[in-house]
């Protein structure tokens, strides 16, 4: 078992920064990926960025060039958001591959103003 805990979230107006972080704790050397994925209200849950054990990292397309996945630690991952803009706002998510197993955190709510 993989437990998640996000923080970070918050309201920021557009142009502005956030950092969330997302910390892992269980089972954590069966890890083989971390990623962040988000939810607007009445959409489905996308995702957003992924990083591999390896270091190998994928964006979606909206936030390329303007959100950057890391990762200091097995236990660690981040999500360095700038340039935010009004369609980023959603409940951001961390998740966690480990063999076939998925994990969930609960989510941080992040709300960008115009």
């Known amino acids: 078992q993989v437990q998640l805990v996000e923080s970070g979230g918050g309201l920021v107006q557009a142009g502005g920064s956030l950092r969330l972080s997302c910390a892992a704790s269980?089972?954590?050397?069966?890890?083989?990926?971390m990623g962040w994925y988000r939810q607007a209200p009445g959409k489905q849950r996308e995702s957003v960025a992924v990083?591999?054990?390896?270091?190998?990292t994928n964006y979606a397309n909206s936030v390329k060039g303007r959100f950057t996945i890391s990762r200091d630690n097995v236990k660690m991952v981040y999500l360095q958001m700038n340039s935010l803009k009004p369609e980023d706002t959603a409940v951001y998510y961390c998740?966690?591959?480990?063999?076939?197993?998925?994990?969930w955190g609960k989510g941080t709510l992040v709300t960008v103003s115009s």
């Open positions: 269980g089972s954590i050397r069966s890890i083989n990926a």
């Open positions: 990083i591999t054990s390896g270091g190998i």
């Open positions: 998740a966690a591959a480990a063999g076939a197993e998925y994990y």
